[in-house]
């Protein structure tokens, strides 16, 4: 039997969540609004909206999960990786509040938290998996053995995937956060409207910075023949960007999977959110035989029930920390 009170604060996302024996009753998630106006996450900015945050948003999971500080059997939080200064907020808050309440503590690994965020709901992949995990900051194929034993298999050289869909974002003078409108505009049109060189990098590795670059070519190219071409066309691109990038992913995770043997197939972390990433995998299951897994909505951005369900399977482990725990923005997988 075990309350899992978890913390998430990683980057610009204060989020707070209940885990009780397994189950998730409450996941609140605080976004911050501010970063539109400049284009991108601020980290000065974020670190001091997750402190006026991020008492009401614990005060607000108890209520949803109903139950009080007395109940809750562990702290857990995300130590890294993500934003330092961000990161300080939620871990300095788990500590003070594990002390005041002498309840263990348990650090996560964002990254292995997206992974395991496959457990919250059925139906749960068995082990060995694969998960791609894709977001504005990793972009990785992980061979997933056990709940905490996971290896990379296959990672980008430079940017992330999401990277390249913000970045790409920005080039359309689309607003931020970017991604999310690329997809949405991709939705109404041709994703063989425009081809976009798919980069050669041996083994699973990915590289999207030579495709963030053709991009940048392609429209400034049009743009002098047209110089309204973005807006006369701006759904087809969206689209066919959209089509390269996803298509660019999934091929890797095709040789990963003939590589290993394996038919289970996961996706993790924001960019799974993406619905033609989530369309192209169900297809691909179809004409592969693969057991695709793909998580809600909900779970799939920084939240804190994935850091509760993780600390839940280290609760089982007595896997805690002690008081002279620090955040890092960088951790080894």
Not at 16 to 21: E, F, L, S, T
Not at 172 to 197: E, M, Q, R, S
Not at 214 to 223: D, G, M, S
Request: glycine share 6%; with cysteine.
């Amino acid at each position: 039997m075990s309350v899992i009170l978890a913390i998430e604060s990683s980057c610009d996302e204060t989020s707070v969540a209940i885990c009780n024996n397994g189950k998730i009753t409450a996941n609140v998630i605080a976004n911050q609004t501010i970063h539109e106006n400049y284009g991108g996450v601020v980290p000065e900015l974020a670190s001091r909206v997750h402190q006026q945050n991020i008492v009401p948003v614990i005060q607000q999971a108890l209520i949803d999960a109903k139950v009080s500080k007395k109940d809750i059997n562990a702290i857990a939080f995300t130590r890294g990786p993500g934003l330092l200064g961000s990161l300080l907020v939620g871990v300095s808050f788990a500590k003070s509040f594990a002390l005041a309440l002498d309840l263990p503590l348990i650090a996560v690994n964002h990254m292995h938290a997206h992974i395991l965020a496959h457990f919250i709901d059925d139906p749960k992949p068995s082990f060995p998996f694969l998960c791609l995990t894709v977001s504005g900051g990793h972009t990785q194929i992980v061979l997933v053995k056990d709940y905490f034993d996971m290896e990379i298999v296959g990672e980008s050289l430079d940017d992330a995937a999401g990277e390249a869909f913000d970045k790409t974002a920005k080039i359309l003078n689309l607003p931020y956060p970017g991604g999310p409108l690329i997809d949405l505009h991709a939705t109404k049109g041709n994703p063989l409207a425009y081809k976009f060189p798919e980069p050669q990098i041996k083994d699973l590795n990915y590289s999207f910075s030579g495709l963030k670059t053709a991009i940048l070519y392609f429209i400034r190219a049009q743009e002098k023949m047209n110089p309204d071409f973005i807006q006369e066309n701006l759904n087809d691109i969206c689209a066919s960007v959209q089509h390269s990038i996803v298509h660019i992913l999934l091929n890797k995770v095709k040789k990963a999977a003939k590589q290993y043997n394996i038919k289970e197939i996961a996706i993790a972390g924001g960019v799974s959110a993406n619905t033609g990433l989530r369309k192209a995998l169900e297809e691909k299951s179809e004409e592969l035989g693969w057991k695709v897994f793909i998580p809600a909505f909900q779970f799939c951005t920084d939240n804190a029930a994935m850091i509760a369900i993780a600390g839940h399977y280290k609760f089982i482990n007595q896997e805690f920390v002690g008081q002279d725990i620090a955040p890092a923005s960088r951790m080894e997988f």
